[in-house]
């Protein structure tokens, strides 16, 4: 079993910048991913990272403003996310997969409760 927690969202001013975290426990070296919806839109992709070996793949909406890590030690994963826009609201969701890279929800079986991000303008 899976469990993912997350942690780190909060109101931030436009430009401004938030870490979040995802703590797992159980069998969670697999592909990892953050996920956002904000209020009457769909679940989108953000980001994913293969646990073996760190490999990340980020949505072009947030290239170059976002990237996504992992602490091994710690089992958790972050999301740096650095010139926050008000269109970044959202509750963001960390999600695993035992399958490989990808952006569809679909996809991950194991899903955080999320947190709340909100942007300022």
């Known amino acids: 079993q899976v469990q993912l927690e997350e942690s780190g969202g909060g109101l931030v001013q436009a430009g401004g910048s938030l870490r979040l975290s995802c703590v797992a426990s159980g069998r969670t070296r697999w592909t990892m991913a953050w996920f956002r919806q904000a209020p009457g839109k769909e679940r989108e992709f953000v980001a994913c990272?293969?646990?073996?070996?760190?490999?990340?793949v980020v949505a072009n909406s947030v290239k170059g403003r976002f990237t996504s890590s992992r602490d091994d030690a710690k089992n958790t994963l972050y999301l740096q996310m650095n010139s926050l826009k008000p269109e970044d609201t959202a509750v963001y969701y960390c999600?695993?997969?035992?399958?490989?890279?990808?952006?569809?929800?679909?996809?991950?079986?194991?899903w955080g409760q999320g947190t709340q991000v909100t942007v300022s303008s």
């Open positions: 990272l293969r646990w073996a070996g760190g490999t990340t």
């Open positions: 999600a695993a997969t035992a399958k490989g890279l990808g952006g569809v929800s679909g996809d991950y079986e194991y």
